[in-house]
């Protein structure tokens, strides 16, 4: 509280608006610091929020935060704060709100609510114990193949209309956690309320607080809504909580502070993103983790452009993440739900958090997975004689089986530790026992297309 005292503005500071060129506005008579808040009031009245983000010589050049609604040259510019400030605490659950932490449901916000600055720097490294623990999702191919541990930080990568929203829903019903924080940056806006209601639920909701800034919204307040869902985050971990963030998407963060960036005057790079875009995105997960006193376990959905893991911001990302789950479009075309990519994927601290007889049996199942895929082309057209390779016939074998493990329908429960036995119960089967399984199985459907033949002939007799 004494911090946040200190940063107030204490003695009013103001100017006027000297120009407007797109949606950046070009201030004199004052001076502001950058990422300061301010006031701009137009000749009709009317107030929107702008933030500093850069300067024109010594003139501030401000982004509203708002739409910009008959702002003119010689409007009044006042600044009202050095950075965002919220109001947070445990009563926030079950709300949605905006990134200035204003509530969206039609509710005023609780009175018990502690003020907090958005914008904080991430933990020492030192003040960062180990992951030493596994987190329970719910969701049988993270479980078993890409164990998550609690304070882990991972990115979700895939193409629009992959599955990123139904996997998130699912992780927000069944994470072991004690809260969520739910980012929606960028989002249509008919996608928010089919999220709260179909994928997070009344049950999900109620220990969720949810951040949106939809795609109409200015760039600036896309941008803060990250911050803002990070903060809320934190604040939750700082009282001993275990908590899921999930910010969705953090592409649409990077455009929004593209956006920025150049409309400020920094140099375009890499397919056009500025430098600041590639200093904010390490800010943004190293402030998520575990502390001494709780834990933020971390997933963000990165959206590649045209199916491409490898464009600027998917591959910074991997680069700072402690792990990557791929969703592939052709199982999403195969109706393998949900459509991870486990050969794609990696968890850097599975090694770490999982028992040596999980790690077995998630090796010898990559290693099946990995064979076939090999083999597909010869397997699907009928080139491959059984018999010819040990290796090709377990990968043959084992393949339906692992393809029913790694799915999941969106509301099926499973058990952390059954989802684990199962995996290595199939492992440590023989070949022997799975080739008498296929070939009981394939004379109970040969037996079933029988009988239906039979009844189809009795029927056109």
């Given at each position: 509280?004494?911090?946040?005292?200190?940063?107030?503005?204490?003695?009013?500071?103001?100017?006027?608006?000297?120009?407007?060129?797109?949606?950046?506005?070009?201030?004199?008579?004052?001076?502001?610091?950058?990422?300061?808040?301010?006031?701009?009031?137009?000749?009709?009245?009317?107030?929107?929020?702008?933030?500093?983000?850069g300067f024109h010589g010594v003139r501030p050049v401000l982004a509203p935060m708002e739409r910009l609604i008959a702002v003119s040259a010689g409007d009044k510019v006042r600044l009202i704060d050095h950075s965002?400030?919220?109001?947070?605490?445990?009563?926030?659950?079950?709300?949605?709100?905006?990134?200035?932490?204003?509530?969206l449901d039609g509710r005023p916000l609780p009175s018990d609510l502690v003020p907090v600055d958005a914008d904080r720097s991430p933990p020492e490294s030192l003040d960062r114990p180990p992951i030493d623990k596994a987190?329970?999702?719910?969701?049988?191919?993270?479980?078993?193949?890409?164990?998550?541990?609690?304070?882990?930080?991972?990115?979700?990568?895939?193409?629009?209309?992959?599955?990123?929203?139904?996997?998130?829903?699912?992780?927000?019903?069944?994470?072991?956690?004690?809260?969520?924080?739910?980012?929606?940056?960028?989002?249509?806006?008919?996608?928010?309320?089919?999220?709260?209601?179909?994928?997070?639920?009344?049950?999900?909701?109620?220990?969720?607080?949810?951040?949106?800034?939809?795609?109409?919204?200015?760039?600036?307040?896309?941008?803060?809504?990250?911050?803002?869902?990070?903060?809320?985050?934190?604040?939750?971990?700082?009282?001993?909580?275990?908590?899921?963030?999930?910010?969705?998407?953090?592409?649409?963060?990077?455009?929004?502070?593209?956006?920025?960036?150049?409309?400020?005057?920094?140099?375009?790079?890499?397919?056009?993103?500025?430098?600041?875009?590639?200093?904010?995105?390490?800010?943004?997960?190293?402030?998520?983790?575990?502390?001494?006193?709780?834990?933020?376990?971390?997933?963000?959905?990165?959206?590649?452009?045209?199916?491409?893991?490898?464009?600027?911001?998917?591959?910074?990302?991997?680069?700072?993440?402690?792990?990557?789950?791929?969703?592939?479009?052709?199982?999403?075309?195969?109706?393998?739900?949900?459509?991870?990519?486990?050969?794609?994927?990696?968890?850097?601290?599975?090694?770490?958090?999982?028992?040596?007889?999980?790690?077995?049996?998630?090796?010898?199942?990559?290693?099946?997975?990995?064979?076939?895929?090999?083999?597909?082309?010869?397997?699907?057209?009928?080139?491959?004689?059984?018999?010819?390779?040990?290796?090709?016939?377990?990968?043959?074998?084992?393949?339906?089986?692992?393809?029913?493990?790694?799915?999941?329908?969106?509301?099926?429960?499973?058990?952390?530790?059954?989802?684990?036995?199962?995996?290595?119960?199939?492992?440590?089967?023989?070949?022997?026992?799975?080739?008498?399984?296929?070939?009981?199985?394939?004379?109970?459907?040969?037996?079933?297309?029988?009988?239906?033949?039979?009844?189809?002939?009795?029927?056109?007799?």
């Open positions: 509280m004494r911090d946040f005292i200190a940063s107030m503005v204490t003695h009013r500071i103001s100017g006027r608006v000297a120009s407007v060129a797109g949606e950046t506005l070009e201030i004199e008579g004052m001076t502001a610091p950058l990422g300061a808040i301010c006031e701009v009031e137009s000749s009709r009245g009317e107030k929107i929020k702008a933030r500093v983000i965002t400030k919220l109001r947070v605490g445990p009563s926030l659950c079950g709300r949605v709100i905006d990134a200035f932490g204003q509530p987190l329970h999702t719910g969701v049988r191919a993270i479980d078993t193949m890409l164990t998550c541990g609690l304070g882990q930080r991972l990115g979700i990568f895939a193409g629009s209309g992959v599955g990123k929203s139904t996997l998130l829903g699912m992780l927000a019903r069944r994470t072991d956690v004690d809260r969520i924080v739910i980012g929606m940056i960028g989002e249509r806006g008919r996608e928010v309320q089919e999220f709260i209601e179909r994928s997070l639920g009344k049950e999900g909701l109620a220990r969720s607080v949810v951040v949106v800034a939809t795609s109409d919204r200015p760039a600036a307040q896309r941008v803060s809504a990250a911050w803002t869902a990070t903060a809320v985050a934190e604040c939750f971990r700082d009282q001993g909580e275990n908590v899921l963030l999930m910010l969705d998407s953090v592409t649409r963060f990077a455009m929004a502070q593209r956006e920025l960036g150049l409309a400020a005057g920094e140099p375009p790079t890499t397919r056009g993103y500025p430098p600041s875009v590639f200093n904010l995105l390490p800010r943004l997960v190293e402030r998520a983790g575990r502390t001494n006193s709780g834990s933020i376990t971390a997933f963000y959905t990165v959206l590649v452009e045209g199916d491409d893991n490898n464009e600027p911001v998917a591959d910074t990302l991997r680069g700072l993440l402690d792990g990557h789950i791929m969703l592939s479009r052709k199982l999403t075309t195969q109706a393998h739900w949900p459509p991870i990519d486990v050969l794609e994927s990696l968890s850097r601290l599975q090694a770490h958090i999982a028992s040596p007889e999980l790690i077995t049996a998630v090796s010898a199942a990559r290693g099946h997975l990995a064979q076939y895929a090999k083999s597909e082309d010869l397997i699907s057209i009928g080139a491959y004689r059984v018999g010819s390779d040990p290796r090709i016939d377990a990968a043959i074998a084992f393949r339906d089986p692992l393809k029913k493990l790694l799915t999941q329908a969106a509301n099926e429960t499973a058990p952390f530790e059954e989802s684990m036995a199962s995996l290595i119960s199939l492992m440590n089967m023989s070949m022997e026992d799975l080739l008498a399984q296929h070939q009981v199985k394939s004379q109970m459907l040969g037996q079933q297309n029988a009988s239906a033949s039979g009844a189809a002939k009795a029927i056109g007799t």
